[in-house]
T-cell receptor
């Protein structure tokens, strides 16, 4: 398997623009996670899907952030409008829906909002 | 809610020596799992080692081992015979047992292995 695939690897956008980050989880994995990594706050869970259904979105910062998982092989994280404080590395991870299983991470998208 | 604390923001060690990274966690659950992930400069998150809370035996994986103290809620990582390729951020993580699969991470420890 190719692992978790995220695109783009890097994104630079202007404040106010819409940004869409994409993720393809590992085939057969039922759980999908979006994390944000910053120096100040470390790795924060934004949202967690199980079988394509959002289970916990309590980490989504505000209404500017939205995430979808239309099918088992694709998820998006959208920021609209983007702000400079959204600059971070965004990771997608997937895991089997099995107790105690590890999560496999994509290589992340480095987002810079100027 | 569970919390994970890594009290050492940075550490360094000489090549071939041994280093221990600390992690403590807070939970009221009895069934859970603990992980150490490594993040080298490439940014890729890589699983280093995994521990089931119900197991008393400490997990080992080649040069990596843990000291799991359940009563003290402590989960330290020992790296033996440190290599330059071990230079990375190391994250301790917690996941509950049962059907909640989300990981809670500590803030990380930056380990530098010096030649």
């Amino acid at each position: 398997d190719a692992g978790v695939i995220q695109s783009p690897r890097h994104e630079v956008t202007e404040m106010g623009q819409e940004v869409t980050l994409r993720c393809k989880p590992i085939s057969g994995h039922n759980s999908l996670f979006w994390y944000r990594q910053t120096m100040m706050r470390g790795l924060e869970l934004l949202i967690y899907f199980n079988n394509n259904v959002p289970i916990d979105d309590s980490g989504m910062p505000e209404d500017r952030f939205s995430a979808k998982m239309p099918n088992a092989s694709f998820s998006t994280l959208k920021i609209q409008p983007s702000e400079p404080r959204d600059s971070a590395v965004y990771f997608c991870a997937s895991s089997e829906a099995t107790e105690g299983t590890e999560a496999f991470f994509g290589q992340g998208t480095r987002l810079t909002v100027v | 809610a569970q919390t994970v604390t890594q009290s050492q923001p940075e550490m360094s060690v000489q090549e071939a020596e041994t280093v221990t990274l600390s992690c403590t966690y807070d939970t009221s659950e009895s069934n859970y799992y603990l992980f150490w992930y490594k993040q080298p400069p490439s940014r890729q998150m890589i699983l280093v080692i995994r521990q089931e809370a119900y197991k008393q035996q400490n997990a080992t994986e080649n040069r990596f081992s843990v000291n799991f103290q359940k009563a003290a809620k402590s989960f330290s990582l020992k790296i033996s015979d440190s290599q330059l390729g071990d230079t990375a951020m190391y994250f301790c993580a917690y996941v509950s047992g049962g059907s909640n699969y989300k990981l809670t991470f500590g803030k990380g420890t930056l380990l530098t292995v010096n030649p």
